[in-house]
Every structure is written in structure tokens, then in C-alpha cells.
């Protein structure tokens, strides 16, 4: 194994994150308390052929940076180089994924109808779970057809917070603008 995963912790509003980040890319930004964090770690050294190291990276300062800004609502879309590796119909999703605007929402069968496939709504649901970059990936801006909120990993209280607080920056921004 030549190749490392740098991890290091972020201090968000919504507690703390855990970023990881190869020479190649951000390859991880998750709520620390994840149920499922060890298993995408886990995965992330067998998919890229790494060990994981605690320590920093620029790509991680870069995020660090980019996440305090998103927080304190002067950033709406990232510029990280990401490093995201997934099947072929993973990259579609996570690519739909980050094509909903800040503070907009789309539903579970909107995404899956965007990459071609009313019927995959159930895949792109799964696959939205994959989803190991959250808040850059924005996953938690997929809701149910109902407006009901479900499906996110960090955890639906998290997703709720996600939406009012890009909701009201957007509000915010345009009674200024």
C-alpha cells in the first residue's frame, strides 16, 4: 500500500465531521457519529488501495475553510477537487446530486428521472446512501415525492437543519440582492 488517506476532524454547528483526502481528491466529509463511518472507511482503504492516517492535507484545510463558510452562509457551492470513487451509476447519481441548487430540493423520482430512468427511483435512493461527501455532495437535498424528509445518513434532524438554514440564506440573499 503506497497510497494514504489523510483524515482530519471539522467542528460544524452540527457537530463535528470527520474529513479524509488523498493526493487525488476529498474522499470523505461525515458526521463522526455515523452508524455507518467504520464501514465506509473501511471501504474507502479497499477501494483506493490505502491506509488511513490522521494528520492534514490541503485538500482537508480547503474544506475546512469551504465548510466555515458554508455554516456562517457566505458559500453556496464548493470548489474542492473531489475524489469520489463509486460504479458507474454511483458517479451519475453523486454528478445529478450536485447539480440541485443551494436551498432547492428535488425528489427521489425527479433524480432518477434526470439520469434517464423513472423507475430507478429506488437505485438512486441507494446510492444517494453511498454518498460518502456529505454537504459538498449534497444528498440531504433529495426529499420524498410527499415533501417528506427521509433518507440521510447524518441523520434526518441534521437534513431538516440543512434545509431551513440553506432555505433562509437564500431568503436572506435575495431580499439584498
Known amino acids: 500500500m503506497n497510497n494514504i488517506i489523510y483524515t482530519n476532524k471539522i467542528n460544524t454547528s452540527l457537530g463535528e465531521m470527520i474529513a479524509g483526502a488523498t493526493d487525488e481528491g476529498l474522499c470523505l466529509l461525515e458526521f463522526n457519529d455515523r452508524p455507518a463511518l467504520t464501514k465506509e472507511l473501511d471501504n474507502l482503504k479497499k477501494i483506493l488501495n490505502s491506509e488511513i492516517v490522521d494528520g492534514e492535507h490541503e485538500l482537508i484545510t480547503q474544506t475546512k475553510i469551504q465548510i466555515d463558510e458554508y455554516f456562517q452562509g457566505k458559500r453556496k457551492e464548493f470548489t474542492i477537487k473531489l475524489n469520489a470513487p463509486g460504479t458507474i451509476f454511483q458517479k451519475k447519481v453523486w454528478g445529478v446530486l450536485i447539480d440541485i441548487p443551494f436551498g432547492n430540493t428535488r425528489t427521489y423520482k425527479n433524480q432518477a428521472a434526470r439520469l434517464g430512468n423513472s423507475a430507478s ?21 433529495v426529499i420524498g415525492a410527499n415533501g417528506d424528509l427521509i433518507g440521510y445518513g447524518g441523520g434526518l434532524c441534521r437534513k431538516h437543519y440543512l434545509l431551513e438554514f440553506e432555505n433562509k440564506i437564500n431568503n436572506n440573499f435575495t431580499l439584498f440582492e
Open 121 to 141: 427511483i429506488r437505485a438512486v435512493g441507494k446510492a444517494n446512501g453511498d454518498n460518502r461527501i456529505a454537504i459538498i455532495i449534497p444528498c440531504h437535498r
